[in-house]
């Protein structure tokens, strides 16, 4: 069973637009929830994380909103750019560790 | 840098046949970790490792057996290699010191599995 889901499983924004990626788990013993951003032909690769005992996470134009009580999350891109077109990868474990549950990715394409 | 990095980058194998992925990385990290990535799926974990001599199964093992000879090197070994084999295979190492472990992948290796 997918313990985390994604949706939309594609996006597209145009420059400058706010991009809206969410994500859902199941198991509450997840603590930690990175974000990996995957370019074509490449591995992914981390962009943003949080713990469960925050609720916002920001890094420039990324923050992830996190809602513990739902299990609930969603990454946000501010001013959208050209160059942030990728696959993104919301992923989840129970400590901090590798050992990441990820969900099915969000291919986001942004149009100028 | 992180350097994790993969051979092969692309490989055909007949069913029924054997396949070793490798990885190297030069991060002297401690763990290592072997994903496959499937459309509809994510990522999703095969086995894993804490060091040197040490392997562990993930979520899907069943098809796989993984080798850490040392420190650098993890391999990915399919004995008997199956059509449902065919995906894009990624190694990662991680660094579990200090408060988050960030896991530095490799460019994946593409298997075809006719």
């Known amino acids: 069973q997918q313990q985390v889901r994604q949706s939309p499983q594609s996006l597209t924004v145009w420059e400058g637009e706010t991009a809206i990626l969410n994500c859902s788990y199941e198991d509450s013993t997840f603590n930690y929830f990175p974000w990996y951003q995957q370019f074509p032909g490449e591995g992914p690769a981390l962009l943003i994380s949080?713990?469960?005992?925050?609720d916002k996470k920001e890094d420039g134009r990324f923050t992830i909103f996190f809602n513990k009580r739902e299990k609930k999350l969603s990454l946000h891109i501010t001013d959208s750019q050209p160059g942030d077109s990728a696959t993104y990868f919301c992923a989840a474990s129970p400590e901090l560790s590798g050992k990441l549950t990820f969900g099915e990715g969000t291919q986001v394409t942004v149009i100028s | 840098e992180a350097a994790v990095t993969q051979s092969p980058r692309n490989k055909v194998a007949v069913t029924g046949g054997k396949v070793t992925l490798s990885c190297n990385q030069t991060?002297?990290?401690?763990?290592m970790y072997w994903y496959r990535q499937d459309t509809g799926h994510g990522l999703r974990l095969i086995h894993y490792?804490?060091?040197?001599?040490?392997?562990e199964k993930g979520d899907i093992p069943d098809g796989y057996k993984a080798s850490r000879p040392s420190q650098e090197n993890f391999s990915l070994i399919l004995e008997l290699a199956t059509p449902s084999q065919t995906s894009v295979y990624f190694c990662?190492?991680?660094?579990?010191?200090?408060?988050?472990?960030?896991?530095?992948f490799g460019s994946g290796t593409r298997l075809t599995v006719l």
């Open positions: 991060n002297n990290h401690n763990n």
């Open positions: 990662a190492s991680g660094d579990a010191g200090g408060a988050a472990e960030t896991l530095y």
């Open positions: 490792s804490y060091g040197a001599g040490s392997t």
């Open positions: 949080i713990r469960s005992v925050s």
